[in-house]
Each structure stands twice: as C-alpha cells, then as structure tokens.
C-alpha cells in the first residue's frame, strides 16, 4: 500500500497496511483525534492505496455542519450500487460527531446491514459524542499530533521562506491540516498572525492593551472569535501551567455557544 497524501501517521498506516494484507479490513472504522490533523486526507488516501477509483466509486460528506439525513440516504444509495471501476466502493464522513440524529438513525441502517465490499470512514474529534449504536459498529483508530518535522515536510511543496514556515510551524500546535491550511491563504495567515499577537497580550499585556484587544476580539464574527479561542487553547496546551488562563478560554468557548454577549465574554478572559 503506498500513501501518497498522508505524512507521518506512520502508526496508522501500518494498522491498515497489516489489516488489507490479512484481508481483515471492517467495514466501517472512526477516524479519533484533534481537528486537522490530517485525518480526512488520511482516509482519502488511504481508500485510493486500497484501489478505490477516487471519481467513480469513492464517496467524500465533508461538511462543518455535519452529515444530514438527504447525505445520508444519497450514501445509502451510493454504497448500494456495484462498484464502477474499483473492487470498492468507500464513503468518508467528517465531522460525524456533528451529525443530526435523523441522519445517525439512517446511517446506523447501513452499518447494520452494510453494503458488499463497501468501506465507510467517519472521523471525529470526539470518539464518544458518537451515539452509541453507532460508535459499537465501526472501529475506533486513534490519531494523534505530528511533530515539527513531519509538519515542515508538509510545508515543502508551499516553497515558504524560512520564517514564515517557522511561523505557521509553531502556530500550528502540531496540526498539519491546519498548518497547511494557513500556508494556502493568506487571508488564514494573516488571521494567525493576528490571533498570536492577541495570545501574547492575553498572556503578558497590560491591562489597558488586554482591554483594547478584547474589543478588537469582540467585534469579529463569532465564527472567528470561536477560531480564536480554540487557537488560544491549543497554544496555552502546548506552552503555559497557569490553570485559571487555561479555564477562562474554555469558559469563553463554552459560554460563546449560548450566544451570550461577545463583548462581556471577551472583556471578561481579556481582564
């Protein structure tokens, strides 16, 4: 099996290379770990090293929002069908912790009575939101962070210069899809640029440059404020102890769901 998409997840790639070699695959496995980490291109890659033509018979629900129940019963049928030019036929499903119930109930009927040589791949950051009829029938592979040099290596093809690699490296937190992500924009670098200068006031700035920051924060999108936060929580996983800084983001993150006051929230973690 050759992965020509992935790199590093070297772990993984041998769990499935040993399980395509025993002709052992399941029909359905969950993809575990943080948010882009590169799990998506890992089951897209991995379906193409298993032979399945990426056009006709490789199925991709990519959606922040979740699977709904029209996907569901378009993959249902999708999966049902003979495969066109592949010995399988194979679905991948992200952000399947987000998915409605109409649409886990559908999905459950086809993991109960799945498809002939079909393959379905969910990924999710949060294995156990999953409900549990489903969670019971797939298998659960667990994925992790890369390290700065798996990361640099994916950064290659972007020809950066040195420090801004080093820049998106760091920023990164160990997550290759997002540091590739960032390397692709500009819009998304500039972002990051952004989000780690308001880091280093939260952490370090007086009191009257944590005010003003709040009030720049307050005033973007939520979508963005949300990006922020998970940011700021990554970067304080990775390089901070203070416990009450780590609680107030979490707080902030978790509060900013119910639509409270952006500018209260921000103000409160900023002060």
Known sequence: MRFSKTIGHQKQKDIFQHLALGQNLAHAYALAGPENIGKTTFAVDLA??????????????????????EDARTLQLRLTRTAAASR????????????????????????????????????????????????????????????KKEIEEGL????????????????????IGLARRIASSEESYNFAKTAVAYYQTLKNGTLVDRL????????????????????????????????????KLQQTYFDLHFNLNAKLLTTNLFI
Not at 104 to 118: C, H, N, Q, V
Not at 156 to 173: H, K, M, T, W, Y
Not at 213 to 239: C, N, P, Q, Y
């Open 212 to 247: 003003q920051t709040a009030d720049k924060l307050a005033a973007m999108e939520s979508l963005d404020i949300e990006k922020f936060l998970g940011f700021a929580m990554r970067k304080w996983v990775t390089d901070e102890e203070n416990l009450l800084l780590g609680k």
């Open 156 to 175: 290659e093809e972007f020809g950066l210069e040195p420090q801004r690699s080093s820049e998106i490296v760091d920023n990164a937190c160990g997550r």
């Open 88 to 147: 399988y036929k194979a679905a991948v499903v992200t952000y399947a912790e987000k998915m409605t119930g109409e649409a886990a109930s559908a999905l459950l009927k086809i993991l109960e009575e799945p498809p002939r040589d079909s393959i379905i791949f969910l990924t999710t950051t949060n294995f156990y939101s999953l409900l549990p009829t489903v969670s019971s029938r797939v298998q659960r592979i667990n994925f992790g962070l890369s390290s």
């Open 48 to 69: 193409e090293a298993l032979g399945v033509n990426p056009i006709l018979d490789l199925f991709v629900f990519d959606s922040e929002s979740g699977l709904l129940i």
